[in-house]
Nanobody, 115 residues
Framework: QVQLDESGGGLVQPGGSLSLSCAAS????????MGWYRQAPGKTRELVAG???????NYADSVKGRFTISRDNAENTVYLQMNSLKPEDTAIYYC?????????WGQGTQVTVSS
């Protein structure tokens, strides 16, 4: 079983920045895709950004140009750099990793953007 440990959430002001990280551990054979999702109260979980093992990325339109996803394959870690944060970005952010067709999820980390 793969375990994902997230960190970096917190409270920031609008326009501020925050960095999230997610480290995978456990029965790691080969992780294909890693990504970040988020879920705000009363809303469904949505994709924020994803990245393949080769570094190919994709972003939700709402965060493109503001967020950057990256990964360290050797350490099985994925990062999310969030800039120009808006109150609408407030949500629980979840890390996801896909290995052999199976998705693994982190516990989630709270990001709150407010004055």
């Amino acid at each position: 079983q793969v375990q994902l440990d997230e960190s970096g959430g917190g409270l920031v002001q609008p326009g501020g920045s925050l960095s999230l990280s997610c480290a995978a551990s456990g029965s790691i054979l080969h992780i294909n895709v890693m990504g970040w999702y988020r879920q705000a109260p009363g809303k469904t979980r949505e994709l924020v950004a994803g990245i393949s093992g080769g570094g190919r990325t994709n972003y939700a339109d709402s965060v493109k140009g503001r967020f950057t996803i990256s990964r360290d394959n050797a350490e099985n870690t994925v990062y999310l750099q969030m800039n120009s944060l808006k109150p609408e970005d407030t949500a629980i952010y979840y890390c996801k990793a896909t290995q052999r067709g199976t998705d693994y999820w982190g516990q989630g980390t709270q990001v709150t953007v407010s004055s």
